[in-house]
């Protein structure tokens, strides 16, 4: 038997970071995809294909008619910490602890970028694994073992990546409990610089400046829930598109501002960012973790010259769109 799942990214459109302290965030899903194949194999092993993945200290020696390739192991491991983990969760969840299992690994989403490759490539293969065990699990519970995979791996996590990841669409995402907004194609251009970051180390970096000075940073975390609030009721508002928008576009500067301040913004982000204000969007800022990655700009009526002020500035501009579904088993072969 053979099993083909897939999983989408995600942006966060207000609330990435703060959400990890229990405030809320709004993110949706959208259309690029991780596409992960699972079958079981017969010698008790996990084996992961990840086809798109750039190992870290890879090491070739040419010599007259040879090739010699060496590799980190111990860093070709921890890049594929998100899918063994998954497997072995489930593994656990269906009873079948030393069942070999190969999983095959394609995927559309940059690594690293803010758009939640990690919880995309989790619930895909938590989602075709389950599937090959025979588990009935639905979407959501899959949605909170990503979060427990991303909670493995990085130490901490909010789950909303893994959470939009699993049931798709628009959603506001609090301390574990999600509830769907009422659907809008959102006129956005996403701009990625084109480096990436580590969520892991970010949230991190933000953990010890919160230790450090509690008293500074407590109150922008504050700021980015209130931020959330507001944008939810201007997104849930029947005001007309035009003052909705422009209300939006204001949140979002203003929560760049914050993630500037504490620190995950780049020069290259903000320079995007910049950008596309300056070509005419009313609103811009970093989505995800930052640290590189990627930004989105709100650009109701000038999406093309804000993508093109995007490519000036040295970024790769992507026109994306809502995907409503989240996790989908795409074939199942006996
Ligand atoms: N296609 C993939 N195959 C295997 N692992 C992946 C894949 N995509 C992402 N990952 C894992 O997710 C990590 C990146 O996650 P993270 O730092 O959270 O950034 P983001 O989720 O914003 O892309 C990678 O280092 C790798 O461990
Ligand atoms: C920074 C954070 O809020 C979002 C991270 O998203 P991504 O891995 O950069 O796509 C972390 C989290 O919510 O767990
Ligand atoms: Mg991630």
Not at 17 to 31: E, M, R
Not at 163 to 179: L, Q, R
Not at 206 to 227: D, Q
Request: glycine share 10%; proline share 3%.
């Amino acid at each position: 038997m053979r099993v083909l799942a897939s999983a989408p990214a995600k942006i966060i459109l207000f609330g990435e970071h703060s959400v990890v302290y229990g405030k809320p965030a709004i993110a949706a899903a959208i259309d690029l995809r991780t596409y992960v194949w699972a079958e079981f194999n017969d010698r008790g092993a996990i084996k992961i294909e990840a086809k798109d993945i750039r190992v870290p200290g890879l090491t070739v020696s040419f010599s007259e008619d040879e090739i010699y390739f060496e590799s980190d192991y111990g860093k070709a491991a921890e890049v594929l910490s998100y899918v063994r983990q998954a497997i072995e969760l489930v593994r656990e969840e269906a009873d079948a602890n030393g069942k070999g299992i190969t999983v095959s690994i394609t995927s559309q989403i940059p690594v690293g970028a803010g758009l939640g490759s990690s919880a995309a490539v989790a619930v895909a293969t938590i989602g075709a694994v389950s599937k090959l065990l025979g588990l009935e699990l639905s979407n959501e519970e899959i949605g909170k073992l990503g979060h427990k995979v991303e909670l493995l791996v990085q130490g901490a996590s909010s789950g909303i990546d893994p959470t939009v990841s699993a049931i798709g669409g628009f959603i506001h995402y609090e301390k574990g409990n999600f509830e769907h907004l009422p659907f809008m194609e959102l006129p956005i251009v996403v701009g990625y610089t084109g480096s990436s970051g580590s969520t892991k180390e970010l949230v991190a970096m933000v953990r010890r400046t919160y230790e450090e000075m509690p008293e500074v940073i407590e109150p922008v975390l504050i700021a980015m829930g209130k931020i959330v609030e507001k944008a939810r009721e201007v997104i849930t508002s029947d005001l007309d598109d035009e003052i909705r928008f422009a209300q939006l576009g204001r949140l979002m500067n203003i929560n760049h501002g914050l993630l500037d301040a504490i620190g995950v913004s780049t020069k290259k982000l903000s320079e995007l960012v910049y950008a596309a204000r300056v070509a005419g969007a009313i609103g811009a800022k970093i989505t995800g973790a930052g640290g590189g990655g990627c930004m989105y700009a709100l650009a109701p009526e000038n999406q093309s010259e804000v993508a093109t002020a995007i490519t000036i500035a040295g970024g790769t501009p992507m026109i994306t769109r809502i995907s409503r579904e989240g996790l989908r088993i795409e074939e199942v072969l006996s």
